[in-house]
């Protein structure tokens, strides 16, 4: 996966919701089509990490086994587990589609996917302050008896729709997996890691100060963000639905970003001109990469132009 003199050596690609679908089936169909934006890049001459969300696919697991739970006493699964079901499973349907489309281009390189989890700090102001809703929805006297049950979980009524658990969101500190990861691109693997921003974890000092993973979500954009600086990207490249960032969005005088300094990006996104769950986070994770080391560029843009965003022809640049 040599580069052609010019073009940036190491990106890591963000991929959205949008790229994998809501269930298993229209997921194999979705990364078909994402698996020819991610070879694009590579014949391009970048050498590619792969990242990706999971909010619809961990939701899938959680309602399945509450709906077990409740109709049969299966045991419930706990949020660190439905992550790294849920890594594993994209991850073999992101290898699988990789595979077909190196067939169809007679390349032979490899793809793995690493189940990666990621340290927090347990001191994190996010432990005490949960704010990010996962799971199935519940009537008012279920939520109670639940909260009465394990004190330790959070439920809140969500716009009129019912009551969610709320879970934490912790900054991420340290990637668990690191070594592992660059093992595998020194070998010219193409890696998959830190799906759905990575598992959330702890040091357990009563355990020797090994790892136990946490109920709580790490946000997906700055999972890659820490990925990219550990994996020394010059390239952090957010796939989203939109080709572009844009101010006064859905308004008359909505206006399509095509470039910015991060200083002008946390600018706008302090003026709240970024959607606060979709894309303002995306724009935060890009400003900490674009000031991370002199040089390096983040890129927002839709994942059908992936090959065209790479070559400057759509697409958001958020640099220094």
Request: glycine content about 10%.
């Amino acid at each position: 996966m040599s580069k052609p003199y010019g073009k940036p050596d190491r990106i890591v690609v963000a991929l959205g919701g949008n790229a994998l679908g809501n269930n298993p089936v229209e997921q194999i169909e979705a990364v078909s089509n994402t698996a020819h934006a991610l070879l694009g890049l590579i014949e391009q001459g970048n050498e590619i990490i792969i990242t990706h969300g999971n909010g619809p696919q961990v939701g899938m697991i959680q309602n399945a086994f509450a709906a077990a739970h409740d109709a049969i006493g299966t045991p419930e699964m706990p949020l660190p587990e439905c992550g790294a079901m849920s890594q594993g499973y994209i991850g073999y349907h992101l290898q699988q589609g990789i595979g077909r489309e190196m067939h169809k281009r007679y390349k032979r390189w490899h793809a793995a996917t690493v189940v990666t989890q990621i340290e927090c700090d347990p001191d994190d102001p996010a432990f005490k302050n949960p704010t990010k809703p996962i799971g199935p929805f519940y009537t008012e006297e279920q939520a109670k008896e639940f909260m009465a049950e394990d004190p330790s979980k959070v439920f809140v009524e969500d716009s009129g729709r019912g009551w969610r658990r709320v879970v934490a969101s912790p900054d991420p500190k340290k990637i668990v997996e690191a070594d592992s990861i660059l093992n595998l691109l020194d070998n010219e693997f193409i890696v998959i890691a830190c799906g759905g921003g990575g598992i959330p974890v702890v040091r357990d000092y009563e355990n020797k100060g090994c790892y136990k993973g946490v109920p709580a979500v790490i946000d997906k954009d700055l999972g890659g963000e820490l990925l990219a600086e550990d994996c020394d990207a010059d390239v952090l490249f957010l796939l989203t639905a939109v080709e572009h960032v844009a101010i006064n969005f859905g308004k008359p005088n909505q206006e399509e970003l095509e470039e910015l300094t991060a200083d002008e990006a946390e600018r706008l996104a302090d003026e709240g001109q970024f959607g606060k769950g979709s894309m303002e986070p995306k724009v935060r994770a890009a400003i900490k990469f674009a000031r991370s080391r002199k040089g390096r560029t983040c890129i927002i843009g839709a994942l059908d132009k992936a090959a065209e965003t790479m070559a400057g022809l759509s697409g958001t640049r958020i640099h220094e």
